[in-house]
């Protein structure tokens, strides 16, 4: 019987080696049978990691055997999928998934062991089925975190096992409260071909205790997010299930090329502040192919809040929203801003589909922000009882501190939305520009409100640009004489 090794004691095991080739009779099969037997019989005592193959298909010459989607898709935003040399359960560091169990030391161990992989083919960490209780954790750098089938992390529900970490550079302070935040419960920061995956596993933030804080006003610094990665690139997060965030979901800041793709995203939906995912000052990011219910928006693209995203300017560029379908009955379907001060330019969102939902497709921004949102391209939606189908807001009058510069008012331009129709909406589009910024090349084609009464006007202020084919009238402003070809980019 062979010895169980510590796993500090473990090596990472290959096999390879030329084939052998024999001339054998008819009369050697038995005996050659019996060996390949024995082999087999050993390797399963000898073998107790499981190798998942990562099968998500970006193009018709998928490595992985699997059929490729023939639809457009991410490719080109994530690197070659790796396979990692190095695999490893939680169990074989200690980790108990009994849904009671702290394993917040355990995955903090394990992640820290099979860093040491990361320059030899890096690592990956299996989660298997059970319920297993932790607090944050920090991932590593050439790494992939596997959820088996039926496997559940859970958010701790002890706050100190969420500690307290530095805002962003780009807010300036907790988005909710002053001072530093919680970390989110998977982070990671400067790390490099990070993989978050599996079998439709689970986590989840069970985030009620974080709502109840913000609900009764007791929270004393702003709320984790479910999964954060900063000035990190070449991410996938694809194939789980996310659910019950604290705060944000998905939140990939200061990052690129990242791809979020085949997700089922859930809170309930009247949780604060639980949007699904959230690009931030990020470039090179492809949504989709994701299913979203949330408190708040499905998608929001973020680039840093008033004077501080103003200083840094890290913008959000290139990033695409596609198939993505959901409902949230207090915000948008996808959303642009409102902390949007570093600039967000180059916004793909087409094939989406929103029900029950208070806007579908919104532009948020304010006085004090100041930077700009330009070329963001929207097309073929489709809305179901949605209350506003397209809404421009300004006035949050949501500030982080009293530095922020009323002078600092926001650019927008080149808008173009085609392609759209709403059933049973209640109220007409409102598209609310700046006074002292006024938004332009607004560009409408092939929209149609059904279910909007006829007497109920656009409400339009601050705003110009060139509709056609629009039903129910569109507002003047967007009826302009002048010609379109300024917007055939849509």
């Known amino acids: 019987m062979l010895k169980k090794m510590d796993f500090d004691e473990k090596q990472s095991f290959g096999f390879g080696g030329n084939a052998m080739i024999a001339k054998v009779s008819r009369f050697s099969w038995s005996p ?4 390949i037997t024995l082999i087999a019989l050993l390797s399963f005592q000898i073998t107790t990691k499981t190798i998942y193959p990562i099968k998500i298909a970006f193009s018709s010459t998928s490595k992985t055997g699997v059929l ?10 994530f690197g070659e999928l790796p396979e990692r040399k190095a695999v490893m359960s939680i169990r074989e560091f200690g980790g108990v ?12 161990k394990a992640i820290r062991y099979l860093q040491r992989f990361g320059e030899s083919g890096g690592a990956q960490l299996n989660v298997p089925k059970g319920r297993w209780v932790t607090g944050s954790f920090n991932l590593t750098s050439n790494f992939t975190l596997f959820l088996e089938e039926g496997a559940v992390i859970l958010g701790s529900q002890d706050p100190k096992e969420w500690p307290i970490i530095e805002p962003l550079p780009s807010y300036g302070r907790g988005r909710e409260r002053l001072g530093g935040r919680h970390i989110s419960l998977v982070h990671g920061d400067g790390l490099t071909n990070v993989v978050i995956t599996g079998n439709n596993g689970t986590i989840d933030g069970q985030g009620k205790m974080w ?14 997010h479910l999964v954060e990665l900063m000035n990190s690139n070449n991410i996938l997060i694809a194939n789980l299930t996310f659910c019950n965030a604290p705060f944000w979901t998905i939140h990939p800041v200061y990052c690129s090329n990242v791809v979020v793709k085949d997700m089922t995203i859930l809170a309930p939906l009247k949780a604060p502040n639980t949007d699904g995912i959230d690009p931030d000052s990020s470039t090179n990011v492809c949504i989709e192919d994701c299913y979203i219910e949330s408190g ?35 915000c948008s379907g996808v959303g642009i801003g409102s902390e949007m001060s ?11 589909h929103v029900w029950d939902s208070a806007a579908g497709v919104r532009i948020k921004t304010d006085s004090g922000r100041g ?86 006007s656009w409400h339009c202020e601050f705003v110009s640009g060139f509709a056609d084919e629009v039903f129910p009238s569109p507002c003047p402003q967007l009826q302009s004489n002048i010609s379109s070809s300024w ?3 849509s």
């Open 97 to 108: 998934g009994d849904g009671k169990t702290s394993n917040t030391e355990t995955f903090r």
């Open 371 to 456: 930077g700009y949102i330009a070329n963001i391209t929207i097309s073929n939606v489709t809305m179901e009882r949605v209350k506003v189908p397209i809404r421009f807001s300004r006035g949050s009058n949501d500030h982080p501190d009293e530095g922020w510069d009323p002078k600092a008012v926001p650019v927008v331009k080149g808008i173009s939305i085609r392609n759209v129709v709403s059933f049973n909406s209640t109220k007409a589009p409102v598209l609310e520009g700046i006074e002292d910024a006024p938004f332009g090349g607004i560009c409408m084609k092939n929209v149609s409100l059904l279910g909007v009464v006829s007497s109920l």
């Open 32 to 35: 050659f049978l019996f060996l």
């Open 342 to 352: 570093g600039g967000i330019f180059k916004v793909t969102i087409e094939d989406l």
């Open 68 to 77: 490729a989607d023939t639809r457009t898709s991410c490719v080109g935003f």
């Open 487 to 489: 917007c055939s980019y």
């Open 211 to 224: 709502w109840e804080l913000w609900w009764n006003r007791t929270l004393e610094h702003t709320r984790g």
């Open 296 to 330: 708040d928006d499905l998608v929001a693209v973020k680039s840093g809040w008033d004077q501080y995203g103003i200083k840094m300017a890290s913008p959000s560029s290139n990033i695409v929203v596609r198939r993505v379908s959901g409902t949230t009955p207090t």
